[in-house]
């Protein structure tokens, strides 16, 4: 993923579904909390896939250009 705006809205959706899925654990009754639990599992997933698509960027700046390695 080349777009900033969409690792963006790919961290946003992560969040949100991790918070969804948590608020289904604590106020969900009978299934609803297996529903949260598969919720929270998701959101950990699109998590990752949105570290992974970072990490290209982050050698890169905002305008293109290659900066050194941090350290």
Do not use: E, H
């Not at 690792?7 to 609803?32: E, S, V």
Request: charged letters at 15%.
């Amino acid at each position: 993923m080349a777009s900033p705006k969409a690792q963006l809205y790919l961290d946003i959706t992560a969040k949100g579904l991790c918070i969804l899925g948590a608020a289904l654990m604590i106020f969900g009754r009978g299934g609803w909390f297996y529903v949260g639990v598969a919720t929270v599992v998701l959101g950990v997933l699109f998590i990752g896939g949105s570290l992974v698509a970072t990490r290209g960027l982050r050698r890169r700046g905002w305008d293109g250009t290659n900066r050194p390695p941090a350290g």
